[in-house]
T-cell receptor, first 110, second 114 residues
Framework: GDSVTQMEGPVTLSEEAFLTINCTYTATGYPSLFWYVQYPGEGLQLLLKATKADDKGSNKGFEATYRKETTSFHLEKGSVQVSDSAVYFCAHYTGNQFYFGTGTSLTVIP | NAGVTQTPKFQVLKTGQSMTLQCAQDMNHEYMSWYRQDPGMGLRLIHYSVGAGITDQGEVPNGYNVSRSTTEDFPLRLLSAAPSQTSVYFC?????????????FGQGTRLTVV
């Protein structure tokens, strides 16, 4: 069935380090792909999205490319900041619902 | 423009009690849904609605009831609370079923059943 698998955390990085959070998906259709971010005590906020193959979503220095051939949507950022500490969720939207990964907790230390 | 508003933010219930989690959106979105978030399990869909008067079950509907009498509101009812329903609940809305714009989420309701 439809699902999302993302890299287990927690991830701890030093400020200005490079970030990659892996995400792969299984979908019966042609899904739209998303990354959501959840800051402590808050709801989910849409970080970026891609709706077709080879699209690159980007926002706040984060990027992810829709790779249909590998069914992946890895999140990257070249230089993380302390303010990026949060939980990141990969998701796909197929038919009538979102399918979420389990979330990856990121802590950035000064 | 408030987006998606959930109330309450925190709630403690005793086993067997009932309650309603409120969700309202002011974006005229057709599609609304409820998710629960549990550690290590991501978000799982409880119920969803594609418009006023139309609801359907998601992945984990047991113990929950919903109705959609208006476009704006989508309350979630716990009929007889159980400790297994201790979770964080999120309401979401989006423009349509196949929308590629993503969903807007509320701040969440943290529910503890003792």
């Amino acid at each position: 069935g439809d699902s999302v698998t993302q890299m287990e955390g927690p991830v701890t990085l030093s400020e200005e380090a490079f970030l990659t959070i892996n995400c792969t998906y299984t979908a019966t259709g042609y899904p739209s792909l998303f990354w959501y971010v959840q800051y402590p005590g808050e709801g989910l906020q849409l970080l970026l999205k891609a709706t077709k193959a080879d699209d690159k979503g980007s926002n706040k220095g984060f990027e992810a490319t829709y790779r249909k051939e590998t069914t992946s949507f890895h999140l990257e950022k070249g230089s993380v900041q302390v303010s990026d500490s949060a939980v990141y969720f990969c998701a796909h939207y197929t038919g009538n619902q979102f399918y979420f990964g389990t979330g990856t907790s990121l802590t950035v230390i000064p | 423009n408030a987006g998606v508003t959930q109330t309450p933010k925190f709630q403690v219930l005793k086993t067997g009690q009932s309650m309603t989690l409120q969700c309202a959106q002011d974006m005229n979105h057709e599609y609304m849904s409820w998710y629960r978030q549990d550690p290590g399990m991501g978000l799982r869909l409880i119920h969803y609605s594609v418009g006023a008067g139309i609801t359907d079950q998601g992945e984990v509907p047991n113990g929950y009831n919903v109705s959609r009498s208006t476009t704006e509101d989508f309350p979630l009812r716990l009929l007889s609370a159980a400790p297994s329903q201790t979770s964080v609940y999120f309401c979401a809305s989006s423009k349509g079923i196949t929308s590629g714009t993503g969903g807007f989420f509320g701040q969440g309701t943290r529910l503890t059943v003792v």
